[in-house]
């Protein structure tokens, strides 16, 4: 296990909501980024967060926003829901250092109805 | 443009078979490139990181190589065992240090015994 937990581990929302999902990233690491996964797909990045500021973004809307707390858990808010949005939503915690690997959580499984 | 290529066929081999997988990139210049295995519903789990100075590294059954004049890294897993059996992705960081990954779409690797 590596640490990193995310919740809910399932969601089903109707198009047009909004949902928030969290993450608590592994003991020690400043640095959070959020990913979505589409099936059959690799993860796409959506934005980072170091030290609670927005540390680049991926090509997402502005409807996908976050934020990071200072105990560096971490939010994933998306408004107006689309089917597309559809996905496995996976956050990573890692140190913000040359060569550093990221550590995944189980992430969350969105199904927008 | 940028894109980072996997196999996107499933590899199917027989146990105790060397399994070898291939990332391709074009118009990146990475100072390291990452693997990482997913299974079915999780999330990645790091396996092995190269940087553009490394040739080879190996990590038990693993070994993974890096030819930055062909833009290719090539995974191996020897000895194969049903228990390998899943997705791999690659991974570069086209910043290098900010561990904003871009990933391949992943190739299912399907161990028999």
């Known amino acids: 296990e590596t640490g990193v937990t995310q919740s809910p581990t399932h969601l089903i929302k109707t198009r047009g909501q909004q949902v928030t999902l969290r993450c608590s990233s592994q003991s020690g690491h400043n640095t959070v980024s959020w990913y979505q996964q589409a099936l059959g797909q690799g993860p796409q990045f959506i934005f980072q967060y170091y030290r609670e500021e927005e540390n680049g973004r991926g090509n997402f809307p502005p409807r996908f926003s976050g934020l990071q707390f200072p105990n560096y858990s971490s939010e994933l808010n998306v408004n107006a829901l689309e089917l597309d949005d559809s996905a496995l939503y996976l956050c990573a915690s890692s140190l913000r250092q040359l060569d550093t690997e990221a550590f995944f959580g189980q992430g969350t499984r969105l199904t927008v109805v | 443009s940028q894109k980072i290529e996997q196999n996107s066929e499933a590899l199917n081999i027989q146990e105790g078979k060397t399994a070898t997988l291939t990332c391709n990139y074009t118009?990146?210049?990475?100072?390291?490139l990452q693997w990482y295995r997913q299974d079915p519903g999780r999330g990645p789990v790091f396996l092995l990181l190269?940087?553009?100075?490394?040739k080879e590294k190996r990590k038990e059954r693993l070994k993974v190589t890096f030819d930055t004049t062909l833009k290719q890294s090539l995974f191996h897993i020897t000895a194969s065992q049903p228990a390998d059996s899943a997705t791999y992705l690659c991974a570069l960081d086209p910043s290098s240090n900010t561990g904003k990954l871009i990933f391949g779409q992943g190739t299912t690797l399907q161990v028999k015994p």
């Open positions: 118009n990146y210049s990475p100072a390291y």
């Open positions: 190269i940087r553009e100075n490394e």
